[in-house]
Structure formats: structure tokens, C-alpha cells
């Protein structure tokens, strides 16, 4: 049940489909995981995926054609004597994906209801945007075998 309107939220079986290297993405495990409230419509929630699901993967191109080098077609398939961990790396890759799809989402939801609570929830927007952009940036990082914060001598 949406925590926003009280309507139930309908879970759609939709797959993302991505590039054979990374994981396809699935919209009914994104609605369960960041509990995404029924008035996005499927349409909508597969959109915003698609787009986050690509700039992520423009985020990791680099770690890609590393690991594709090494051997690697595929990151959920991989050989765990060349990418070690590789189920930790396909859920840091959702995780990444998932974050940034929430919040542009987010970022949206008061143009998507017309009821009194939008104009809170857009007061509070800019935080939780901000909060699971850093989560997503943060997987990315990880993915990467980065830390969180990179400091450069100049």
C-alpha cells in the first residue's frame, strides 16, 4: 500500500533489459526495494530505470572494458577467480541504478499527485533526492574499488 495516498500498489512484472554485461533490472524488485508509491505510473517507473540504468552504465564504462579484458561477458556469470565477489557487485549495481531511478523519481512526485501532501513532500524533496543520489554515487564507487570520498593533490 502506497504510504502517500493509501491506494495499494500494483507490483508490474516488467524486466529492463540491459546490455549482456550488466544485470537486466526488474521494475516490480525496484517498486518492492525503495517502496515507490502507487501513483507513479509503470510507464513512468520503467522510464526513469531505463535512464538511470545508462548513466550508471556510462558511470562504469571504464571498470567494464577492465573487466571485459580480463575475460568477463558478464558481471552475474563471471568467473569468480577473475571478478571476485560478483554477487555483491550485481547488488552494488541495483543498488546504483535503483537510487538514481528513486531519486528523479522523487524530484517529480509533486508534479505527479495534486493533493495538499505534494506541497510538503516538495518542501522535503531536495534532501531525499540529494540523500539517494549519494547512495547511488556511492555503490558506483564501490563498483569501481573506490572509496567514498578521493582526495587529489593538485
Same mark, same amino acid.
Given at each position: 500500500? &502506497?504510504?502517500? %495516498?493509501?491506494?495499494? /500498489?500494483?507490483?508490474? !512484472?516488467?524486466?529492463?533489459?540491459? =546490455? ?27 522510464a ?13 564504462a571504464?571498470?567494464?572494458?577492465r ?6 561477458? &558478464?558481471?552475474? %556469470?563471471?568467473?569468480? /577467480?577473475?571478478?571476485? !565477489?560478483?554477487?555483491?557487485?550485481v =547488488? ?32 522535503d524533496?531536495?534532501e ?7 547512495f ?9 574499488g573506490r ?7 593538485l
Open positions: 500500500m &502506497s504510504g502517500f %495516498s493509501g491506494k495499494p /500498489t500494483t507490483f508490474v !512484472e516488467q524486466a529492463v533489459e540491459n =546490455d549482456g554485461f550488466w544485470p537486466d533490472l526488474s521494475v516490480s524488485e525496484f517498486q518492492k526495494a525503495y517502496r515507490l508509491p502507487a501513483e507513479y505510473l509503470v510507464d513512468m517507473l520503467a526513469d530505470l531505463t535512464m538511470a540504468m545508462h548513466e550508471v552504465n556510462l558511470d562504469l571504464t571498470c567494464k572494458a573487466w571485459q579484458g580480463a575475460g568477463v561477458s &558478464s558481471v552475474e %556469470s563471471a568467473d569468480t /577467480t577473475v571478478l571476485p !565477489e560478483r554477487t555483491f557487485k =547488488d552494488l549495481y541495483k543498488r546504483a541504478v535503483y537510487c538514481r531511478a528513486k531519486a528523479s523519481l522523487l524530484t517529480q512526485f509533486a508534479t505527479v499527485t495534486r493533493r495538499d501532501s505534494a506541497e510538503n513532500t516538495g518542501k524533496l531536495p531525499r533526492s540529494d540523500t539517494f543520489l549519494a547511488s554515487q556511492q555503490a558506483v564507487r564501490a563498483i569501481q572509496g567514498r570520498i578521493t582526495a587529489k593533490l
